[in-house]
């Protein structure tokens, strides 16, 4: 029975593209230092994509919240985008309001994960949404899809669902929805949050119900 996050993380297999949908109020930067406890207890190493700037504001959430940062701030991290390189970043992609390199991103995490297994968090993913015209969203789920089923990782992204709702870019959004192979969707639940399992590798997972912080 799946009864917390750590649980749902442990019914993940290699190879899954995971997507995390949390609306705009929910503290997901505590969602994603549980998901790395869960990966140092199990020695799986983490490397994290940080789109536009995204993992510096997870630290600075998370010193508020008087968390220990010093652990997560030796992560490896690839940037994609943004200005403030706070942290271990060993990697950088740029973009630009008309694409994103994919090929120098690919040529980056090969070179950094060494073809190991890695848990590998993506945050702010959703800011993609409201940064690339639509036939490069197109290209970068495509792109994504071809990186389901590769044994040597387990990819999350997590997605501000509230961003990507509205819009000329909402198709895209469903194909994302489409590509993961588990979807976690997080929703108000009296005064917390719970996660509710809407897609599944594991058929044990679908349907779960989690209370979430």
Not at 90 to 96: A, F, K, L, Q, R
Not at 139 to 154: A, E, H, P
Not at 175 to 199: A, C, H, M, P
């Amino acid at each position: 029975m799946v009864k917390d996050v750590f649980s749902l993380f442990s019914c993940l297999h290699p190879g899954e593209t995971v997507l995390v949908e949390y609306p705009s109020e929910f503290p997901s930067e505590v969602l994603f230092s549980k998901l790395l406890v869960w990966a140092e207890d199990r020695g799986i190493p983490v490397v994290v994509d940080d789109v536009l700037d995204t993992f510096p504001q997870y630290l600075s959430r998370l010193e508020l919240r008087a968390v220990n940062v010093e652990g997560i701030s030796s992560i490896p991290i690839i940037k994609i985008g943004g200005n403030w390189k706070v942290g271990n970043v060993v990697g950088s992609v740029d973009v630009d309001k008309h694409s994103l390199g994919t090929e120098y991103y690919e040529r980056a995490y090969a070179e950094i994960t060494g073809r190991e297994f890695v848990l590998n968090p993506v945050l702010g993913f959703h800011k993609f949404f409201l940064n690339l015209p639509n036939r490069e969203l197109l290209r970068l789920i495509r792109n994504i899809s071809t990186f389901v089923g590769k044994r040597d990782r387990v990819a999350v992204y997590f997605l501000n669902v509230d961003a990507v709702k509205s819009g000329s870019f909402y198709g895209y959004y469903h194909l994302l929805r489409e590509v993961s192979t588990t979807l976690l969707s997080i929703e108000r639940s009296g005064d917390g949050y719970v996660g509710r399992v809407l897609k599944a590798a594991d058929d044990g997972l679908m349907g779960a119900k989690i209370p979430l912080p």
